[in-house]
């Protein structure tokens, strides 16, 4: 169940002025974090490459079931299966033999979203906002502070639940004859269902067993004592509970063989590797995998940075558009001319900004994208140019009222 609410205010000219000079400002902002954070980018996708390729180069197999002292502090990768021990869950008294035990606590929750639309007004230059508030119910892990809602009255959240979150790890998990470190045990994360039942239900405190019931193996908590909940109708404060295990198995793992544990490798470009995944993985399987990662999040963090210069660019030019906007349909001729303004300046800037980043990490691919920047900025003033010749030529054509004798 969901409710909607919506809102109507109105701003005037001036006050659209002063709120976009505002803007403007902020917006100056978040284009030099854009510029630093593509920066920062490209020399981390560069040291994590240079990081993946040494190691590539160095890592060795070895036989997991012995240590071989010579190989200490060498880059090692084995495949072993990573043994587990009896982990209970205190609440419920559930034990499993496990590397990693995790009860997760949702509890049923509003929350709200907001939607916001704003249309210039067709005189005075002022604006109206449309803003709509809707509250849904959801379960959620972390609470949701209600008291910062827009509409409070009836969507209120209750501030804890009765039953938090908690996971277990082993206290010593032995692959073959390496020790796991607690660093690379919390990324085993294969985990599966543990079913719960009106056993597992019955071992919850008294007043808490009366309050819940068990739906589909997950066990269902009022958030009221003294209730008895309903899962299938949930209300709000009421707490839904799950059990997982990740059992013992085969886990592949690279790191810097440190007597008998792992360690992070340092690599001559200065950074860090230490790996460990589920299942049974060719070192050259892992790298490549890794080397992936780097590329998707490289590219992820470029379109990011882009988008935020996009944005920070138009809210910029944004005192123009209001400017303009006095005169009718003209704001909306300017505020279509602003977004590819904005757009072309974004691509040309970022493209920029990337392109010093290779100079300085890559330098013969930089200096190419740097020709490429500055074919896109020639085109933006190209563009802006020829705007403003056709503006000239349609003022020159228009006809001039003969004067009154």
Known sequence: MSQSFTEYSRQGYFG??????????????????AIVVLFWNEGRAVRTAKMLKEA???????????????????????????????????????????????????????????????????????????????????????????????????????????????????AKVQAGAFTIPPELVNKIDNFTPVALGDPERSQLPDAMQKDSTILDGKCYVAGDPGRTVEA??????????????????????????????????????????????????????MIASEEHHNAKLTWILRVAGFVVMWIAIGVMLQPLRIMAGVIGILGDLVGAGVGIVAFLAAGGISAATIAIAWIVYRPVLGLGLLALAAAAMIGLIVLWKGRAARRRTATSAMPVANAIP
């Open 56 to 170: 590539a180069s160095v890592v060795v197999t070895v036989d997991p079931a012995r240590i071989d002292p010579a190989r200490d502090g060498k880059l090692v990768h084995f495949t072993a299966d990573a043994q587990g021990e009896a982990l209970a869950d205190p609440l419920f008294h559930v034990s499993r033999t496990a590397i990693r035990l995790k009860r997760t606590a949702e509890m049923y929750q509003w929350k709200q979203t907001e939607e916001s639309h704003t249309h210039n007004n067709a005189i005075g230059g002022g604006s109206t906002t449309e803003k709509t508030y809707t509250y849904s119910e959801v379960w959620s892990e972390t609470p949701i502070n209600s008291s910062e809602f827009h509409i409070r009255p009836g969507h209120k959240n209750p501030a804890a639940k009765r039953i938090e979150s908690q996971t277990w790890a082993a």
């Open 232 to 285: 299938p109708s949930p209300h709000i404060g009421d707490v839904r509970v799950t059990l997982e295990s990740a059992p013992p198995g085969p886990v592949s793992v690279i790191g810097r063989q440190a007597g008998a544990t792992i360690a992070s490798y340092g690599t001559p470009s200065g950074g860090a590797v230490e790996l460990l995944y589920v299942g049974a993985h060719p070192a050259s399987e």
């Open 16 to 33: 659209r002025i002063g709120g976009a000079i505002v803007g403007a400002i902020v917006g100056v902002v978040f284009l030099l974090v």
